[in-house]
């Protein structure tokens, strides 16, 4: 039975994003929703094209509105919403043009700048300029190898101003990582940073230039930029056919032309994002202007309640569809802090005292860091003022019940906890919170408005309160338009629509509560399938969580005598050791908050855990470097050397 954890207050309801569309929608079609989110859904699903059409309306898009709202196809993918309709990704981002905070920067060795909406357009301007001198120009790909800063907000924005497409990998990717994610785009140019920073190290990045140019022929510019607070650090390069460029010359251009905004079509590219690409190459997904804007202004403020002069904040790096997903937030007049370096240098309290000094109001983290931090400080009893904190949003893994409640009783009591699940493939949320219902412990509140989410089983019947896939019966604007380079759109179609015929299928093993709240145990090709019944990791890490001698874990499902049998990889904590004792407790936890099923046949001590670039574990490298299975992509990894521990192992 589900636990309520928090309530929005009347007020809170009365005054949201969500109640004034309501009342924008009630005048438009004299329907009275009476505040239930049930009903609004309802409706933005069975009237999808109307919502849509509608959010354009009240969202205060910037651009010309076809009045056809749908061009139909029988193929879920080739439904295109609003055609017809133009805009400009930048002209919406660039929401005001004076001297109030547009960002702020912050890394983790001290450093920290603002940048005000003039200065945001005045450098955006001057970088627009620099590319169309370059010769770049709609549909060139504009690659970007740089961490969290406020240089590559700008470039973004640039690029996507003159209807280039952007691609980025954040700087902890290896060469032969970005190398095989920029190769198969084909960029004209790369911008690349000097040097980053993590964990107190300075790590040189333009080392790896001869490397990558070599490899990408089709880069006939790269524009050096210097780490923000730093000296840049000098090399000379002599690259043949290569043009190089410093980025703060670029900068220091005086003369600004101030250009009106080409307003290209709602199905125009946007960006490639890449797949994690540990299971093969990384797949090149490529997104959609419009469809992009329009979801991410929906979730904003229809689900986050983002208004103008909000201060937000997440914790990503550009290789995570979450800093697309920060930096939309400039189109409600809000602005955003940007971090760059580990979460916890020098201070696993770092990321809340960041929230406090500057104010936030959307505090967007992983559930691993709470997770985390629950270990390490489990009585912060409310240490932080935080009386501008709204939301705090967590995403990257399911947030644990003790994630839930550790929230609520040590960091704010009054605050809307919306615990997100989507992915790159959509850039968006399928699942998220709102301020019309409660939140329950260990519950994604309800599915986003205009997106018909449900449960299936292996036969593609709808379930309630059972386990099975997630899926998304209907189109929607933030589908992808395509793979790049997709020959027949055989890998897309393979990606999405193999399971079940003309229906998105997510990947998450999920579930359906009463409530109609969402419980996400994990992807579903990491399930475990002991005695032919599948089972969800996230339900045993939430036990080993309960624990402080261990670090954390990773359970995987090897094949073991015609079946399947659990074994969990444990790191202990600092000062603890695996013994008979922990392992009954924790076997013991398993059993009875878990189920007998999911009590581990071993549980073996490791130094690490392999996980991808955005953090997240990777369950199925695991089982396959156990089972002798080669993998095709660990470059994907923070540290494919991890793998290394699981081989031939003798259990």
């Known amino acids: 039975m589900s636990k309520k954890i928090w309530q929005p207050s009347k007020n809170l309801i009365k005054n949201s994003e969500l109640s ?6 009630s005048k438009k079609t004299n329907i009275n929703f009476n505040k239930e989110y049930k009903k609004i859904h309802d409706w933005s699903v069975k009237k999808s094209t109307d919502f849509w059409s509608y959010f354009w309306d009240f969202s205060k898009i910037k651009g010309d509105k076809s009045d056809k709202k749908i061009k139909k196809s029988k ?13 400009n990704f930048t002209e919406n981002l660039l929401s005001k043009n004076n001297e109030e905070k547009a960002l702020t920067f912050i890394s983790e060795n001290g450093f920290r700048e603002e940048k005000n909406w003039k200065d945001l357009n005045i450098n955006v301007s001057k970088l627009t300029d620099f590319l169309e001198t370059m010769g770049i120009k709609k549909g060139d790909r504009v690659s ?18 003159i209807g280039a497409i952007w691609s980025s990998c954040s700087p902890d990717f290896g060469a032969k990582g970005v190398i095989e994610r920029f190769s198969q785009v084909k960029p004209k140019i790369l911008f690349i940073i000097d040097r980053y920073f993590y964990n107190g ?31 840049q650090l000098i090399k000379r390069f002599n690259i043949r056919k290569v043009n190089i460029h410093n980025f703060s010359k670029i900068k220091s251009k005086k003369k600004i032309i101030k250009k009106k905004f080409k307003r290209f079509d709602f199905e125009h590219e946007l960006a490639i994002l890449y797949s994690s690409g540990t299971t093969g190459k990384p797949k090149c997904i490529c997104h959609r ?4 804007l329009i979801q991410h202004k929906k979730e904003h403020q229809l689900h986050c309640d983002i208004k103008e002069g909000d201060n937000v904040f997440y914790f990503t790096t550009c290789g ?6 920060l930096i939309s937030v400039l189109a409600l007049k809000a602005s955003i802090v940007l971090y760059d370096g580990s979460p916890v240098f020098k201070d696993n309290e770092l990321l809340l005292k960041i929230a406090e000094k500057e104010k936030i109001t959307l505090f967007g983290i992983s559930a691993k860091y709470i997770d985390s931090l629950r270990k390490v400080k489990p009585k912060l009893k409310y240490k932080y003022y935080l009386p501008k904190l709204k939301t705090i949003c967590s995403t990257g893994s399911p947030l644990s019940i003790d994630g839930f409640k550790y929230i609520y009783n040590n960091i704010k009591k009054r605050v809307h906890l919306a615990s997100i699940s989507g992915g790159t493939d959509i850039v968006s949320c399928f699942v998220l919170g709102n301020l019309y219902q409660p939140v329950n412990l260990g519950e994604i509140q309800n599915k986003g408005l205009g997106m018909n989410v449900d449960v299936f089983d292996d036969n593609g019947r709808s379930i309630l309160n059972k386990k099975g896939e997630l899926v998304c019966k209907s189109p929607f604007p933030s589908m992808p338009i395509k793979f790049w380079k997709d020959k027949n759109n055989e890998k897309f179609k393979k990606a999405y629509f193999n399971k079940f015929k003309n229906i998105w299928h997510h990947g998450d093993f999920s579930e359906i509560t009463n409530n109609g709240g969402y419980i996400i145990y994990g992807r579903s090709d990491a399930t475990l399938n002991p005695g032919g019944v599948r089972l969800g990791t996230s339900e045993i890490y939430n036990e080993v969580d309960r624990f402080k001698e261990i670090k954390e874990a990773i359970a995987i499902g090897q094949s073991w005598k015609n079946d399947v049998r659990i074994i969990l990889f444990v790191v202990m904590n600092d000062k603890f050791r695996m013994n008979l004792d922990l392992e009954k407790r924790l076997k013991f936890s398993i059993k009875k908050n878990a189920s007998p099923r999911h009590v581990p046949d071993k549980i073996l001590v490791v130094n690490d855990i392999p996980k991808t670039k955005s953090g997240k574990i990777v369950e ?9 299975i080669p993998i095709k992509n660990a470059e994907a990894l923070i540290d494919p050397t991890v793998l290394n521990q699981f081989k031939n192992l003798k259990i």
């Open 201 to 231: 190290k300075e790590i040189n990045v333009q080392n790896r230039l001869l490397d990558i140019v070599s490899k990408i022929s089709s880069i006939k510019h790269i524009v050096i930029v210097k780490y923000p607070g730093q000296r």
């Open 144 to 161: 970007a190898y740089l961490p969290n800063i406020t240089e590559t907000v700008e470039i973004f924005l640039a690029s996507s101003a």
């Open 289 to 292: 202007t419009g469809g992009v």
């Open 20 to 25: 004034s569309f309501e009342k924008f929608i």
């Open 620 to 628: 199925l490298a695991v089982k396959n470097t156990l089972e002798g």
């Open 320 to 325: 995570w569809m979450m800093w697309n997903w």
């Open 75 to 87: 193929t879920f993918y080739k439904n295109y919403f609003l055609p017809g309709s133009k805009l």
